[in-house]
């Protein structure tokens, strides 16, 4: 059967499928490109509570999911993942659970450790107290709380603490 012949909610539940099996969305990312490819807001209800309904669809799998990926793969801090989370349509108290789940699995400061030495290593034709300082920035920019940074920074290089001494550790934002 052709998709033109498919009835409309049928045609919104196998497109949302179909993006499903490319790679995992949050109900409101889902929600959003439906209606947004012209189904009508029933249609896409529909759909979406017969993916709930089969488990293919779940907010909470899928904090946990892409916090522990963002974590892990790509080295980003809590800050970060939260906001990425809040990007997709998750509900704040689904990402803050998810994100809590992910950071038992994947602890943030070994994240940092080794994007940290990376880093130092890649870098070394700046003078270490500047590259020492361009180090900060770049793991706060990844979405790391500052107050984690400088403990991170003072642990794995302490006799660059003089270094560190001017920056002070930025509240951290609810980001």
Same mark, same amino acid.
Do not use: I, N
């Given at each position: 059967?052709?998709?033109?012949?498919?009835?409309?909610?049928? $045609?919104?539940?196998?497109?949302?499928?179909?993006? +499903?099996? %490319?790679?995992?969305?949050?109900?409101?990312?889902?929600?959003?490109? +439906?209606?947004?490819?012209?189904?009508? *807001?029933?249609? #896409?209800? !529909?759909?979406?509570?017969?993916?709930?309904?089969? &488990?293919?669809?779940?907010?909470?799998?899928?904090?946990?999911?892409?916090? *522990?990926?963002?974590?892990?793969?790509?080295?980003?801090?809590?800050? *970060?993942? &939260? /906001?990425? =989370?809040?990007?997709?349509?998750?509900? %704040?108290? #689904?990402?803050?659970?998810?994100?809590? $789940?992910?950071?038992?699995?994947?602890?943030?400061?070994?994240?940092?450790? !080794?994007? !940290?030495?990376?880093?130092? *290593? /890649?870098?070394?034709?700046?003078?270490?107290?500047?590259?020492?300082?361009?180090?900060?920035?770049?793991?706060?920019?990844?979405?790391?709380? $500052?107050?984690?940074?400088?403990?991170?920074?003072?642990?794995?290089?302490?006799?660059?603490?003089?270094? =560190?001494?001017?920056?002070?550790?930025?509240?951290?934002?609810? $980001?």
């Amino acid at each position: 059967m052709s998709r033109k012949g498919l009835a409309e909610p049928m $045609a919104a539940y196998v497109r949302a499928l179909r993006r +499903l099996g %490319r790679r995992d969305h949050s109900e409101s990312e889902l929600r959003r490109a +439906l209606l947004e490819r012209g189904h009508s *807001r029933e249609e #896409v209800e !529909a759909a979406l509570t017969r993916l709930r309904g089969e &488990r293919y669809l779940d907010d909470s799998g899928f904090a946990e999911r892409f916090a *522990r990926s963002r974590l892990a793969r790509h080295g980003l801090g809590r800050l *970060r993942v &939260r /906001q990425g =989370l809040r990007e997709r349509g998750v509900d %704040r108290g #689904v990402a803050e659970a998810g994100l809590r $789940a992910a950071l038992r699995e994947v602890p943030e400061a070994e994240v940092l450790d !080794a994007l !940290a030495r990376r880093y130092w *290593r /890649q870098r070394t034709r700046d003078e270490p107290t500047h590259r020492l300082r361009k180090l900060w920035t770049f793991l706060l920019r990844r979405g790391f709380p $500052a107050p984690l940074v400088s403990a991170r920074l003072r642990a794995l290089w302490p006799r660059w603490r003089d270094a =560190l001494e001017g920056l002070e550790p930025v509240e951290e934002s609810e $980001a």
